[in-house]
């Protein structure tokens, strides 16, 4: 069967980036599934996985338009100190919640003065090109319940190994919409621009 639109892959990843640093990796550990069409991969490496069959393998660049954007310098911002409402101990790679004019955003602590905490909306891979070796371990049809769902049922989560809401970055790579049981961004999404 082809990769398509309502059909759930289960594949391996290595990502790669311009250094040839490695990011991470599924091989030696669980594939990855997610359901093809369902905006839960990043737009450019999904469209690098149209067509393919079960068994196919294939490097893939993905500028970062089609991945996380690029980075936003606006998305930087000092915010003061009471915003986090009397939360102590705050230290740079935290992640808080914050509430925008486009609804919840993700941020990260990248620095914490006397009495402000800099913030950074920016996905950490934005501004990035990606590099990735894919082997494609299988393809079989959604079920209905995934296709209303838009994500996978099967492996307890939407990656295999669990996937989906933004609390955990364990699995970065593919990007990360998804509403699945369990918590982070390795199935995708173009959520995270």
Do not use: W
Request: proline letters at 4%.
């Amino acid at each position: 069967m082809k990769i398509d639109a309502n059909t759930v892959v289960t594949l391996h990843y290595r990502l790669t980036d311009d250094q040839g640093q490695l990011v991470e990796e599924s091989f030696g550990a669980e594939p990855m599934q997610y359901l093809h069409g369902a905006n839960n991969l990043i737009p450019g490496l999904e469209r690098e996985l149209d067509g393919k069959l079960a068994g196919d393998t294939l490097s893939a660049t993905v500028a970062p338009a089609d991945a996380y954007g690029e980075y936003e310098e606006a998305l930087k911002q000092d915010v003061p100190m009471e915003a986090f409402g009397g939360i102590e101990d705050i230290v740079p790679g935290m992640r808080f919640m914050a509430e925008t004019d486009q609804g919840p955003r993700p941020v990260v602590v990248t620095e914490v003065k006397d009495d402000s905490v800099v913030v950074d909306g920016n996905h950490p891979m934005a501004g990035q090109t990606l590099h990735f070796e894919v082997e494609i371990v299988e393809v079989r049809e959604a079920t209905d319940e995934e296709r209303a769902h838009g994500h996978v049922h099967a492996g307890g989560g939407c990656c295999g190994g669990g996937c989906g809401s933004h609390d955990d970055e364990e699995h970065e790579c593919c990007g990360g919409s998804g509403d699945c049981s369990k918590g982070d961004d390795c199935c995708g999404g173009h959520g995270h621009h």
